[in-house]
């Protein structure tokens, strides 16, 4: 080759290199971006909703309010329970709820009925249909007392590997009685371990994303709400067969341990009331309380050494927690429900904070 060829050769590769190499910088640039970009942030719509888990239904003016400005549509009612009767070795209905007012008519009504897994424990497979006749029945009965309009049922029970036969056929026994769409609550656990637990034969769960700590033990951090918690179980959550909405905690509570062991559960005593006791010493961590001596405070006699943690869920918490649930579910309506409608849950939280959470923008 002679070399005013050779030189036109190199000369050539020489710009062909030059113009090839930015190409492959602009192609990795771009894929380093997108690696780095955020995760797009659903935009499912979402329905919001209240449970409401009192025994009288009787909305005050504030409550009501409440639901009118958040532009509230759905209520699931709890009805009643359902427990085992230990003497008469059957399942009963307790705790029936006393309607003071009637829904409004526009409210979209979803009975909720609470079943014990003992009950599930103990009756027997040929008592199922029977039970889920019953169930219907008392439904229906205290839904058209009220002119209530039903077009869904929910159940909640803490089923368990062993009672899932025994709870799975009472479902499917209440929804060809019923004739309607079936929802049931779903626990974190049995999503993380629905290969053991089971999937229950229902067209949606609601996933009750609190109680996600153990109450009864003194090194339980915060046991209605934990993110650390939480983000342990959020990485089953897509592929859970199940279409899921979601529910939140607006309550708080006060544990109260005796050397070491649980003694009981204080509702709605929150760490303004615990503070303000005498004879209390606050801890390093601020949520626990020991007494330094023996006294008489919130309905009980709190002896030296008593250990009070009082838990809560803030604003900032329950945000992130949504935020985290509706990323790691599929992009699909869905209701989002706060637990529950009470003055004395709302009153901690401001309006537009509700309103931001429920309808997540």
Not at 37 to 47: M, S
Not at 68 to 86: A, E, H, N, Q
Request: net charge positive; with cysteine.
């Amino acid at each position: 080759m002679k070399p005013a060829i050779v030189g036109a050769v190199l000369a050539a590769r020489k710009r062909a290199v030059t113009v090839a190499h930015p190409n492959i910088y602009t192609i990795c640039f771009v894929a380093l971006l997108s690696a780095c970009q955020p995760k797009t942030r659903h935009t499912a719509e979402l329905i919001p909703a209240f449970y409401h888990w009192k025994a009288t239904f009787a909305p005050t003016l504030a409550e009501r309010a409440t639901l009118d400005s958040l532009d509230v549509k759905t209520l699931y009612i709890r009805f009643f329970d359902v427990d085992w009767d230990r003497t008469k070795r059957t399942a009963i209905p307790k705790a029936t709820i006393h309607f003071r007012q009637r829904p409004d008519p526009g409210m979209r009504i979803v009975p909720v009925v609470y079943i014990t897994n003992r009950t599930m424990a103990n009756l027997a497979p040929a008592n199922v249909p029977e039970l889920a006749e019953n169930l219907t029945k008392k439904i229906r009965q205290l839904a058209d007392q009220q002119s209530i309009h039903i077009n869904e049922i929910q159940i909640d029970c803490d089923w368990t590997r062993t009672t899932r036969g025994t709870y799975f056929s009472l479902l499917k026994a209440i929804s060809q009685k019923a004739s309607l769409p079936l929802s049931a609550t779903i626990r974190l656990h049995q999503v993380k371990f629905a290969a053991q637990t089971g999937v229950p034969p229902v067209n949606r769960g609601m996933l009750m994303a609190y109680n996600t700590g153990d109450w009864k033990l003194t090194d339980t951090r915060n046991s209605i709400l934990d993110l650390r918690d939480l983000k342990a179980y959020a990485d089953y959550l897509p592929g859970y067969p199940l279409p899921l909405d979601i529910a939140l905690p607006l309550f708080r509570w006060t544990v109260v341990y005796r050397n070491g062991r649980f003694l009981t559960l204080l509702n709605n005593v929150d760490q303004t009331v615990v503070r303000a006791i005498p004879g209390l010493q606050q801890q390093a961590d601020t949520a626990r309380y020991v007494a330094t001596r023996d006294t008489m405070a919130l309905g009980m006699n709190l002896r030296r050494g008593d250990l009070l943690r009082t838990e809560f869920c803030s604003q900032t918490n329950l945000k992130a927690a949504g935020d985290l649930l509706v990323t790691q579910l599929p992009d699909q309506k869905r209701t989002f429900t706060l637990y529950h409608l009470d003055s004395a849950a709302l009153h901690p939280y401001a309006h537009d904070d509700l309103k931001t959470l429920l309808h997540h923008p």
